[in-house]
């Protein structure tokens, strides 16, 4: 067992699992009722779906109920659409048919939203379901504390997880008489507790299951020596914080949250953006089939992490949480259109 981990940051009052998916959040009635509708809406066909269709047509018809978008991308539930004002969300949000196809419009689950961090002390003072009362005409969807883990026990930390619904993180928050400055929250890779592998979680498992030292499931004895990591084969536990997969995964999550761009998509980015020698740029940018793809990724990590890592440590936590949103957004989106295209599955 390592002894060196620690659970830095556990469930709150929305019991997420350490291992699980982030808390199903649903944007699109908050957000309508604040006024302030999503913009990143998917059109997904009632029947069917846009595969054989000529584009041509689709976007003449898209066009002809709601004028030029910001960007149009096709992805696996339908067409993704990039909105270019709050009004034409709205109007979207309403259309029944695209040309001849019956369609439904549907907010996207996750670009619509955004996440930070905020410290304050007195806080602690409130229940969640107060501070969320206090914050919601802010455009807050979800408030959670985090925990810290003292002497082996969990304990409330000033530390609160702010849901916001709008994809451009604010730079403050009004909090009562404070005004409180919004750190981008960056959250832990996520480790699958069945396989110890990362970037799934143990509901979606189909690989057998492996106790964090690397040897079969053994329940009821204390792990033994030599421990050997499943994820980098290195003599360390599979939670050691200290791995390097970690660390890789690490990066991801802050790619991720920082371009407001899938796992799969963050993680393709750090590839691209690293050439190896042994592999060319159309490789590794393809869409292989998905097992391909993990064994091709995990093949790269170990050579790539040390380049990356550098880089993300030059970005210290005061700029991570003063980024310029506006300016985020902008550089997002050229990328946005043809990172969607290469992230569909064969
Ligand atoms: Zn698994
Ligand atoms: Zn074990
Ligand atoms: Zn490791």
Do not use: W
């Amino acid at each position: 067992m390592d002894t060196k981990d620690k659970n830095i940051e556990a469930s709150s009052s929305q019991n997420r699992d350490v291992d699980g998916d982030p808390p199903q959040i649903t944007p699109t009635d908050t957000s309508r009722e604040t006024g302030n509708p999503p913009r990143f809406l998917i059109v997904k066909r009632i029947e069917g779906d846009f595969a054989r269709v000529n584009p041509f047509t689709i976007e003449k018809n898209l066009y002809g109920v709601i004028g030029n978008a910001k960007n149009i991308s096709k992805i696996r539930e339908g067409l993704l659409v990039e909105t270019v004002s709050a009004a034409q969300s709205r109007c979207l949000l309403k259309a029944k048919k695209i040309g001849e196809f019956a369609v439904e419009v549907v907010p996207h689950n996750n670009l619509n939203t955004s996440r930070g961090v905020i410290y304050c002390q007195d806080l602690l003072n409130c229940s969640i379901d107060e501070i969320l009362e206090g914050l919601k005409d802010q455009g807050v969807l979800a408030v959670r504390r985090i925990k810290i883990k003292r002497d082996g026990n969990l304990i409330d930390s000033p530390n609160h997880i702010i849901t916001f619904n709008n994809p451009v993180l604010p730079k403050r928050i009004k909090v009562a008489f404070y005004s409180l400055p919004v750190r981008l929250y960056v959250p832990p890779p996520m480790r699958c507790f069945k396989c110890q592998k990362f970037g799934h979680t143990s509901l979606r498992c189909q690989e057998e299951q492996i106790c964090i030292c690397g040897k079969p499931l053994h329940v009821g004895s204390p792990c033994e020596e030599p421990l050997t990591c499943i994820n980098c084969n290195g003599s360390h536990s599979a939670r050691s914080r200290n791995c390097p997969i970690y660390k890789q995964e690490t990066a991801i999550q802050e790619i991720k949250v920082k371009e407001n761009i899938s796992y799969f998509e963050a993680k393709k980015r750090i590839l691209i953006n690293t050439p190896t020698p042994n592999v060319s740029y159309a490789k590794a940018t393809s869409s292989p089939p998905k097992s391909d793809y993990t064994s091709l990724v995990d093949q790269l990590i170990p050579k790539i992490v040390a380049a990356i890592l550098p880089l993300i440590k030059q970005d210290p936590p005061s700029q991570t949480s003063n980024i310029d949103s506006e300016k985020r957004k902008r550089e997002m989106s050229p990328d946005f259109v043809s990172l969607l295209q290469e992230m569909r599955l064969p």
